[in-house]
């Protein structure tokens, strides 16, 4: 898996910086979505982040790629984990990529909300 940038381009706070300032998760549910969106990347297209230019993946890949991340390492602890770093709906995981594009950390191609019916297949599983 790729290392996760120490500092956006054209950034002058890191992303422990960034982490930090926002407050609203800890670095832990960051290192996570990192580890899923490389899994969806990698689901997606065949081929691991970094690798052959950027990768797109909608929202519903990234949190289903999480969902089974989550389910893969605490098995019924998924829930009880995610509670812990705040993330409970989705809405969380926009939260956190929305943070990080806005520092330049990730790149979005193309905004599609998560729409509750989506919530609800990913979470309720």
Not at 34 to 55: C, D, I, N, Q
Not at 75 to 99: C, D, E, Q, S
Request: hydrophobic share 40%.
């Amino acid at each position: 898996m790729p290392e996760k940038p120490d500092k956006a381009e054209g950034s002058d706070k890191s992303m422990a910086e960034v982490i930090a300032a926002d407050g609203r998760y800890p670095p832990e549910a960051y290192g996570f979505l990192h580890e899923g969106l490389a899994k969806a990347v990698k689901g997606a297209h065949g081929a691991p982040v970094g690798e052959s230019g950027r990768h797109h993946v909608t929202g519903e890949q990234l949190c289903c790629s999480l969902r089974d991340l989550a389910a893969e390492r605490w098995g019924l602890l998924a829930r009880t984990v995610l509670a812990k770093w705040n993330i409970g709906p989705t809405i969380a995981i926009g939260n956190i990529v929305y943070l990080l594009i806005r520092h330049n950390f990730i790149h979005k191609t193309q905004y599609k909300p998560l729409a509750k019916s989506v919530h609800r297949r990913l979470w309720n599983k």
